[in-house]
């Protein structure tokens, strides 16, 4: 039912204003968290699922929607009991998810097309290698040179050096289109949703009423423009994705519907959506412009508030959003690492220890690594080095090697990548940000965040404190602060600032930090001996819709999938005619489209070639005729 539609049902009950607790909810790569918190931001009651990840063929990773729903439900409701507070007590909810995990659904019923697409997926390697070597895209770089020269705006700068990676989600959702025939046809329709975790979950919630994401959630997909802060036109335009298919731009702060009572038994007010790091930014109280702080999580993360300003990179530290609320919009320069936790489990899967827990006391056991040097390259070396074809793996290895040195060795490559991510985003910071980052501690989150060798080494290498709160969920204390604030428990970000606990300060062994740099030099030169390992993935090759995205396939896991809802017979009108799609019709039109796909490689080319020649025009008679003004 849309939300200007009239119902001749029982209206549901009105939130409860007088409620004093704020449900968050954290829905990470592998755990799924539900936190209870009072207006103290004291936690109340927690529950918690693991995330079922599906590798249906190399190099998938995907999730199943309706396990993920379930699992949503029954930890809110866990979250709730475990309280000791009944839904009613609840005066709002805040989302802190995942980026760059996406779905796409059928706007006429809302059933998905096919399972989530996480951020770890790789299925669209081959037209991200694609992309990135192109014409189209050399078009684009050196356009945006030229731009540059000119008119030295930093949109272009950044331009001028971009290139697509598999974590962001353009590329994936082209593979999409390209791949299955159902929903290219029908988002050329209009009949085609594309949501990341946010937005599917809002739309879930509301019944269909909401179909929005947040600004934070948005920059993480690569096909939002952080300079315009809005969704990206040309490169819809070039990739042929109809903006129908996005949704609305909201606020992180402020009315995103009421979860329908027939879920909890009474409404509860949606009043925050936000990125996992934004909502890490946002919990450890990096408010200012120049803070810092670390998740140590699956991934790695280091995030600096820039402010008001989208920071260039030409390093691959990308400009993305922590959050907007009444104050603004919250620019954040970040730089990933994607194996940090998963070294952690790695360690623990092949049996160095038996618990994570124990590899701060065994790697302290060693005076040093020996020569040991591990390289976390599981999924290549990210910003600065960018080589998605390094491998990983140790170097240095004697007969006088213990169990102890490769975990000390694991642990230090951990740190050592920390380093090299903050020592690049210094060395393009301006002046007035480095000094303000200088001048606050770091701040850490994440489970991994519990290591205490870890973190001390973290500190001394940077040579500056690092701070770790008392609970490194900070993410889901993140979303409850700004899910507060937009019910009204909190009036402004001053307020929140006692309420955040330090556990621990970590402070520089300066004593130390010229030895740990010389290792890491020594390091590094290990790293080089990882790079431009794999000369190209077998895992490419893939050109073909998987099982299940044919029409008829689709089509019969939609009406299998209404029938698990109890929605027999519902929406049938809306299916796919699949008479349609198996008549001589349809088959001359696609042997026409077939043809046409000739020319269309040729013909997008010059589009875009030529959207880029009209855009270096226009900037340069706008910015002559501005100059003469």
């Given at each position: 039912?849309?939300?200007?539609?009239?119902?001749?049902?029982?209206?549901?009950?009105?939130?409860?204003?007088?409620?004093?607790?704020?449900?968050?909810?954290?829905?990470?790569?592998?755990?799924?968290?539900?936190?209870?918190?009072?207006?103290k931001?004291?936690l109340?009651?927690r529950?918690?699922?693991?995330?079922?990840?599906?590798?249906?063929?190399p190099?998938?990773?995907?999730m199943?929607?309706e396990?993920?729903?379930?699992?949503?439900?029954?930890?809110m409701?866990a979250?709730?009991?475990?309280?000791?507070?009944?839904?009613?007590?609840?005066?709002?909810?805040?989302?802190?998810?995942?980026?760059?995990?996406?779905?796409?659904?059928?706007?006429?019923?809302?059933?998905?097309?096919?399972?989530?697409?996480t951020?770890?997926?790789?299925?669209?390697?081959?037209?991200?290698?694609?992309?990135?070597?192109?014409?189209?895209?050399?078009?684009?770089?050196?356009?945006?040179?030229?731009?540059?020269?000119?008119?030295?705006?930093?949109?272009?700068?950044a331009?001028?050096?971009?290139?697509?990676?598999?974590?962001?989600?353009?590329?994936?959702?082209?593979?999409v289109?390209?791949?299955?025939?159902?929903?290219?046809?029908?988002?050329?329709?209009?009949?085609?949703?594309?949501?990341?975790i946010?937005?599917?979950?809002?739309?879930?919630?509301?019944?269909g009423?909401?179909?929005?994401?947040?600004?934070?959630?948005?920059?993480?997909?690569?096909?939002?423009?952080?300079?315009?802060?809005?969704?990206?036109?040309?490169?819809?335009?070039?990739?042929?994705?109809p903006?129908?298919?996005?949704?609305?731009?909201r606020?992180?702060?402020?009315?995103?519907?009421?979860?329908?009572?027939?879920?909890?038994g009474?409404?509860?007010?949606i009043?925050?959506?936000v990125?996992?790091?934004?909502a890490?930014?946002?919990?450890?109280c990096?408010?200012?412009?120049?803070?810092?702080?670390?998740?140590?999580?699956?991934?790695?993360f280091?995030?600096?508030?820039?402010?008001?300003?989208?920071?260039?990179?030409?390093?691959?530290?990308?400009?993305?959003h922590?959050?907007?609320?009444?104050?603004?919009l919250v620019?954040?320069?970040?730089?990933?690492?994607?194996?940090?936790?998963t070294?952690?489990?790695?360690?623990?899967?092949?049996?160095?220890?038996?618990k994570?827990?124990?590899?701060?006391?065994?790697?302290?056991?060693?005076?040093?690594?020996?020569?040991?040097?591990?390289?976390?390259?599981?999924?290549?070396?990210?910003?600065?080095?960018?080589?998605?074809t390094?491998?990983?793996?140790?170097?240095?290895?004697?007969?006088?090697?213990?169990?102890?040195?490769?975990?000390r060795?694991?642990?230090?490559?951990?740190?050592?990548?920390?380093y090299?991510?903050?020592r690049?985003?210094?060395?393009?910071?301006?002046?007035?940000?480095?000094s303000?980052?200088?001048?606050?501690?770091?701040?850490?989150?994440?489970?991994?965040a519990?290591?205490?060798?870890?973190?001390q080494?973290?500190?001394?290498?940077?040579?500056?404190?690092?701070?770790?709160?008392?609970?490194?969920?900070v993410?889901?204390?993140?979303?409850?602060?700004?899910?507060?604030?937009?019910?009204?428990?909190?009036k402004?970000?001053?307020?929140?600032?006692?309420?955040?606990?330090?556990?621990?300060?970590?402070?520089?062994?300066?004593?130390?930090?010229?030895?740990?740099l010389?290792?890491?030099?020594?390091?590094?030169?290990?790293?080089?001996?990882?790079?431009?390992?794999?000369?190209?993935?077998?895992?490419?090759?893939?050109?073909?819709?998987?099982?299940?995205?044919?029409?008829?396939?689709?089509?019969?896991?939609?009406?299998e999938?209404?029938l698990l809802?109890?929605?027999e017979?519902?929406?049938?009108?809306?299916?796919?005619?699949?008479?349609?799609y198996e008549?001589?019709t349809?088959?001359?039109?696609?042997?026409?489209?077939?043809?046409?796909?000739?020319f269309?490689?040729?013909?997008?080319?010059?589009n875009?070639?030529?959207?880029?020649?009209?855009?270096?025009?226009?900037?340069?008679?706008?910015?002559?005729?501005?100059t003469?003004?």
């Open positions: 039912m849309g939300a200007s539609e009239q119902s001749n049902h029982t209206p549901d009950p009105s939130p409860n204003h007088d409620a004093q607790y704020i449900a968050s909810l954290d829905l990470g790569t592998t755990t799924l968290r539900c936190f209870i918190y009072n207006r931001a004291q109340c009651g529950a918690e699922k693991k995330v079922t990840l599906l590798y249906p063929a190099g998938r990773v995907e199943d929607p396990e993920l729903w379930g699992k949503f439900m029954a930890v409701n979250a709730i009991s475990n309280a000791g507070v009944s839904p009613g007590d609840i005066r709002c909810l805040g989302l802190s998810t995942q980026r760059a995990t996406f779905i796409t659904w059928d706007r006429r019923n809302g059933v998905p097309f096919h399972n989530f697409i951020w770890k997926d790789i299925r669209a390697d081959a037209l991200v290698r694609h992309w990135n070597s192109c014409l189209t895209m050399k078009a684009i770089r050196f356009g945006s040179s030229l731009l540059y020269l000119f008119v030295r705006s930093k949109r272009y700068l331009a001028s050096v971009l290139k697509f990676m598999n974590i962001q989600v353009n590329m994936r959702l082209k593979w289109l390209e791949n299955n025939e159902m929903v290219k046809h029908l988002a050329d329709e209009g009949h085609v949703m594309f949501g990341t946010d937005t599917w979950l809002i739309y879930r919630l509301t019944e009423k909401v179909h929005a994401t947040d600004y934070s959630n948005a920059s993480g997909t690569a096909l939002y423009d952080p300079y315009l802060e809005d969704w990206n036109t040309f490169f819809l335009k070039v990739f042929q994705m903006k129908s298919l996005f949704p609305e731009l606020d992180s702060v402020g009315d995103w519907g009421v979860c329908s009572a027939k879920f909890f009474v409404p509860i007010p009043t925050a959506v990125s996992d790091q934004g890490s930014l946002f919990g450890s990096s408010f200012e412009r120049g803070d810092v702080k670390v998740t140590l999580g699956t991934g790695a280091l995030d600096v508030n820039t402010g008001s300003k989208a920071h260039t990179s030409v390093k691959g530290i990308y400009p993305v922590g959050w907007k609320d009444k104050d603004g620019h954040m320069a970040e730089a990933s690492s994607n194996d940090n936790g070294v952690i489990e790695w360690g623990q899967m092949i049996g160095l220890y038996e994570a827990s124990e590899t701060s006391e065994l790697a302290s056991s060693v005076k040093g690594s020996e020569g040991v040097f591990f390289i976390p390259g599981f999924q290549g070396i990210q910003a600065p080095v960018n080589d998605t390094a491998t990983g793996g140790f170097l240095g290895l004697s007969a006088s090697t213990t169990r102890a040195h490769l975990v060795a694991m642990l230090e490559s951990l740190a050592f990548r920390i090299q991510i903050y690049a985003m210094l060395t393009e910071a301006d002046h007035e940000l480095l303000l980052s200088e001048k606050s501690p770091l701040r850490v989150d994440g489970g991994v519990q290591n205490d060798f870890l973190v080494m973290i500190a001394t290498l940077t040579g500056r404190p690092v701070e770790r709160p008392k609970s490194t969920e993410s889901a204390l993140g979303a409850a602060f700004l899910a507060g604030m937009g019910a009204g428990i909190w402004s970000r001053k307020e929140l600032i006692p309420l955040r606990e330090v556990e621990k300060t970590f402070h520089p062994q300066f004593e130390l930090q010229d030895h740990l010389n290792q890491m030099k020594q390091w590094e030169k290990a790293l080089q001996r990882c790079t431009k390992w794999h000369s190209k993935s077998g895992l490419n090759k893939e050109s073909k819709a998987p099982k299940g995205n044919t029409i008829w396939e689709a089509v019969g896991q939609k009406k999938t209404m809802q109890g929605r017979g519902e929406g049938d009108d809306d299916l796919p005619d699949v008479n349609y008549s001589s349809y088959h001359a039109s696609q042997a026409s489209r077939k043809e046409g796909r000739k269309a490689t040729e013909r997008n080319m010059i875009s070639f030529s959207l880029v020649l009209s855009a270096i025009l226009f900037c340069l008679l706008s910015s002559y005729f501005y003469w003004l």
